[in-house]
């Protein structure tokens, strides 16, 4: 079965602190890792992606590491602000012609003053 | 421009009876997706449509769900004969067509279904 893993469940970083989130995935014909902001009530926002061809990619304070050798990448948020307490769910997507998003559990993010 | 929009926001039902929740998506989009969340778990899929066809309806969970899209736009899934275990948010996303741009998936706001 298809299946993205992602940790910690939770986490509680001090304002000005980096926060980082992990996830692993099984699937070799996944060729699409985005990662998705959810603020309570609200959908899902894509945030930041990255394709398998490069390890890293950085958007402002967001930047997504990929290891491709060990199905691996991870979400970090420099500078990390109390606006960016959410949940934050990793995904990955592709092979066979499938274009269903396959999430992780999701991480709630709280950032404290 | 306007987002993905879905409606109602919230839904009560009693067991036993059909809902209907609507999907509008982002103007130009012509794939849409429907995923549902459930409390404490991650988006699950439930099926995507290109254009007005549903070439993957793989996450359906129970012949009691079903979808459509028509004129390539608005798309509706219908829960029959709900359940308790149907409670959760109902999310719908779309995104434009053609291999770079499929995984670019928009999502809106979602419908929360709650049935008693």
């Known amino acids: 079965q298809q299946q993205v893993k992602q940790s910690p469940q939770s986490l509680i970083v001090q304002k000005g602190g980096i926060s980082i989130i992990n996830c692993a995935y099984e699937?070799?014909?996944?060729?699409?890792f985005p990662w998705y902001q959810q603020f309570p009530g609200k959908g899902p926002a894509l945030l930041i992606a990255?394709?398998?061809?490069?390890s890293e990619k950085k958007e402002g304070r967001f930047t997504i590491s990929f290891n491709k050798s060990a199905k691996q990448f991870s979400l970090h948020i420099m500078d990390s602000q109390p606006g960016d307490s959410a949940t934050y769910f990793c995904?990955?997507?592709?092979?066979?012609?499938?274009?269903?998003?396959?999430f992780g559990k999701g991480t709630k993010l709280s950032v404290i003053p | 421009g306007a987002g993905v929009s879905q409606s109602p926001s919230n839904k009560v039902t009693e067991k036993g009876k059909d809902v209907e929740l609507r999907c509008d998506p982002i103007?130009?989009?012509?794939?849409l997706y429907w995923y549902r969340q459930s409390l404490g778990q991650g988006l699950e899929f439930l099926i995507y449509f290109q254009g007005n066809s549903a070439p993957d309806k793989s996450g359906l969970p129970s012949d009691r769900f079903s979808a459509e899209r028509t004129g390539g736009s608005v798309s509706t899934l219908t829960i029959q004969r709900t359940q308790q275990e149907d409670s959760a948010v109902y999310l719908c996303?779309?995104?434009?067509?053609?291999?770079?741009?499929?995984?670019?998936?928009?999502f809106g706001p979602g419908t929360r279904l709650t049935v008693t």
């Open positions: 699937n070799t014909a996944f060729d699409y």
């Open positions: 103007s130009g989009h012509t794939a």
């Open positions: 990255i394709r398998p061809d490069v």
């Open positions: 996303a779309s995104s434009l067509a053609g291999p770079k741009s499929v995984y670019e998936q928009y």
């Open positions: 995904a990955a997507c592709g092979g066979a012609g499938s274009y269903q998003l396959t």
